[in-house]
């Protein structure tokens, strides 16, 4: 009888303690897909205003050529984070 009881004891605490580390798993996921966005944007931000101070002042470079680059940097930058995302992660959980 003992051995009933304490067997539905541990699955009791090894419930609990998955429910516990899914949650704990999930508030870190929060916290940090937001800092990955917030970089993310940043980088975008930190990218126009280079292409923008390389280009001015250049004769050779419209707003058109400027606008393209940027997107083509963009895309590139896109492509990579894609990529990225491909590759096999840990979801143990």
Do not use: C, F
Request: proline letters at 1%.
């Amino acid at each position: 009888m003992s051995i009933a009881i304490g067997d539905s004891m541990q699955r009791g605490v090894d419930t609990w303690a998955w429910v516990m580390g899914n949650n704990l798993k999930a508030e870190a996921d929060v916290t940090a897909n937001a800092g990955i966005a917030d970089l993310y944007l940043n980088a975008n931000d930190q990218m126009g205003l280079v292409v923008d101070s390389w280009a001015n002042g250049r004769q050779d470079i419209n707003a058109d050529a400027r606008a393209g680059l940027k997107d083509e940097i963009l895309d590139g930058h896109d492509r990579g984070s894609n990529s990225t995302h491909k590759y096999p992660t840990d979801t143990a959980n």
